[in-house]
């Protein structure tokens, strides 16, 4: 699908303006962009379009079906955006026309501080600011306000730790890499196997798969060399372009895994077909036996709050036995990490965690859900 370019214009009503107007009221449920995956901002520097453009590179594993970059003039905001990668939405020129805009800014009206912000779409996860927080970047620097108390009861994602965030970021004030290999290390303990050697499902598996060599003993060797130019195929968009992907996406080393016992370590199963294709190419390479370990939990339940979970009937584990997931995906044993031994791998305590997927606990009331906001005026106010 092609790229867009758009121009919208700014109203002209302050956000200070709209908090005095007692008769005010700005539902946020019209056609604008609501739930973005990965967001960047600059404020003011005239190499903003690239760093943004930059930043949304270093977040491409939190969404690849869309793309878009956005600047601010003071009077009106262009945009450019389309279906894909970074890499496919935007073209060299396109960056330069985005970038000449904030050059007209500065030429034609010096004293104002142009704005850019980039988003990549998929769903509504976020682990950029805290639930309640609004992070404002203007010429004073980076602020922060809260417009809402805190819970009391907070729901971190852990599904974060599990497979969504990159192992190199820091979720919640922890490390994700170091986060699953303690899933990994837990998993050995919970799930140990008889086996020759230890491989990971790249490469969300890797970390666990480190931990769960360390802590049992068996040899760690990289059996599955990944297609680099595949993306996810969990969050692609249909389940013939997930099966397709995966034969692209994953090659088995037939030299590693002929005539052994491999212990193969993912991080999660979903749908369950994506990881029966995986499992019926490492037969097809000699594999003697498939010992499957998974790093957290069954997921049992859909999500209500942005990951691209399937409805409950398209779920795996969803009113079916570890026995009978195990005949499906043809493998000779399957373990999953227990809730517990998940939970007690994350550094806050347990009930602060959202582990609906896995146990059906939701936070708030998944059939009456609230889908309209009113701004009230104090949270108008900057």
Request: charged share 25%; hydrophobic share 35%; proline share 6%.
């Amino acid at each position: 699908m092609a790229a867009h370019n758009r121009t919208s214009s700014l109203p002209v009503l302050t956000p200070r303006a709209a908090a005095q107007s007692p008769d005010l009221k700005l539902p946020l449920t019209e056609d604008i962009p609501k739930e973005k995956c990965g967001v960047v901002g600059v404020w003011n520097h005239r190499d903003a379009v690239h760093k943004v453009y930059m930043g949304l590179y270093a977040q491409q594993h939190r969404g690849q079906e869309s793309a878009g970059i956005a600047v601010s003039d003071g009077a009106a905001i262009h945009g450019h955006n389309g279906m894909g990668l970074v890499s496919d939405v935007f073209t060299a020129r396109d960056l330069a026309d985005l970038g000449a805009r904030l050059t007209r800014v500065g030429e034609e009206r010096p004293d104002e501080q142009p704005a850019v912000g980039g988003a990549i779409g998929h769903n509504r996860c976020s682990t950029a600011g805290e639930p309640g927080e609004i992070v404002t970047l203007d010429h004073h620097g980076v602020t922060s306000r809260r417009f809402a108390p805190q819970a009391e009861r907070l729901a971190r994602c852990v599904f974060e730790h599990v497979y969504f965030a990159s192992p190199a970021s820091n979720v919640f004030g922890q490390n994700v890499l170091v986060s699953r290999e303690r899933f990994g290390e837990a998993l050995a303990r919970e799930a140990p196997a008889d086996a020759d050697l230890v491989m990971p499902m790249p490469d969300s598996g890797r970390s666990a798969a480190n931990g769960f060599a360390r802590a049992s003993g068996l040899p760690y060797c990289e059996g599955i060399v990944p297609n680099r130019y595949v993306g996810r195929t969990f969050i692609k968009p249909t389940q013939g372009e997930r099966r397709d992907a995966v034969r692209l996406k994953l090659n088995v080393v037939s030299e590693i895994v002929d005539g052994q016992r491999v212990v193969v370590v993912d991080d999660s199963i979903v749908r369950g077909t994506t990881t029966r294709e995986k499992m019926s190419q490492l037969r097809d390479a000699g594999a003697k036996e498939i010992h499957l370990r998974i790093s957290c939990p069954p997921i049992r339940h859909p999500c209500y709050f942005g990951v691209d979970f399937a409805t409950r009937d398209q779920l795996i584990a969803h009113n079916r036995e570890i026995e009978q997931i195990r005949e499906f995906l043809g493998v000779d044993s399957l373990g999953f990490l227990s809730h517990d031994g998940m939970l007690e791998a994350m550094n806050h305590p347990p009930e602060s965690y959202c582990t609906a997927c896995f146990s059906g606990d939701y936070r708030i009331d998944i059939k009456h859900p609230v889908t309209e906001r009113v701004l009230e005026r104090s949270q108008m106010t900057f």
